[in-house]
């Protein structure tokens, strides 16, 4: 079934206010992704608000020196996801590349100063990176994959709604939803409320250094 922004409705309310970094990798375990980007593991969590008074805790100790970030890993069948309260583990170039080499990861970054950003990388090469709150015809989406971002919701170019406050109010609104659709279409993984509410395991990641 082809998955659509009504899919994803409860992701416009579940993030709102909260910057998050979910990457879905295929075919790949937690305890090899943690293994693989050289992670320590840390107490459980349960759900984003757990994720999110982890990460504060972590952050903390940061700040006294330690490059590294918090992530939890929730496994599926054919997926792990890598959620980040306040991260962006998952659009570093660094890390996922490697990661990705015969299998593929999507992930979708956004935080509190208005930026996101949308990345496939599919055995060890980006295939795309969007910034669907800002995408425009300039942004170099594949022809193959432009319909179906369309479908979701995605603006790819200017369009007369541009500037029309009700418009652009709405297409706010819903454009978690419709990110996460059209993620669904290319990782092929359903995203639950269930997965991201349910309990999870968490490792510190080490920044790394050309990052």
């Known amino acids: 079934m082809t998955a659509l922004p ?20 295929r075919d790949r375990g ?32 940061e700040l006294a020196g330690r490059p590294t970030m918090l992530a939890g890993f929730i496994e599926t069948p054919a997926a792990t996801l890598m959620m980040e309260h306040n991260g962006y583990l998952g659009t570093l170039d660094a890390l996922m590349r490697p990661l990705s080499r015969g299998t593929t990861i999507v992930s979708h970054f956004t935080n509190v100063n208005a930026l996101d950003r949308l990345t496939f990388w599919s055995d060890g090469v980006m295939a ?29 170019e200017d369009t007369p ?4 406050e009700a418009a652009d109010a709405e297409f706010l609104a819903h454009l978690a939803s419709g990110v996460f659709a059209f993620a669904e279409r290319l990782s092929g993984v359903p995203v639950t409320v269930s997965m991201v509410e349910g309990s999870m395991r968490t490792a510190l990641i080490p920044l790394p250094a050309d990052r």
């Open 30 to 61: 937690a305890t090899e992704i943690i293994e693989s980007l050289g992670g320590a593991e840390r107490q459980s969590a349960i759900g984003i608000e757990g994720l999110a008074a982890r990460a504060d805790e972590e952050w903390n100790a």
């Open 161 to 164: 709604a541009h500037g029309d």
């Open 6 to 25: 009504s899919d994803y409705a409860w992701m416009d309310d579940f993030f709102l206010g909260d910057a998050y970094c979910l990457a879905v990798i």
């Open 128 to 156: 795309l990176d969007m910034e669907p709150l800002l995408a425009t015809e300039a942004v170099p989406v594949p022809a193959h994959w432009r319909p179906q971002a369309i479908e979701c919701g995605l603006r790819l």
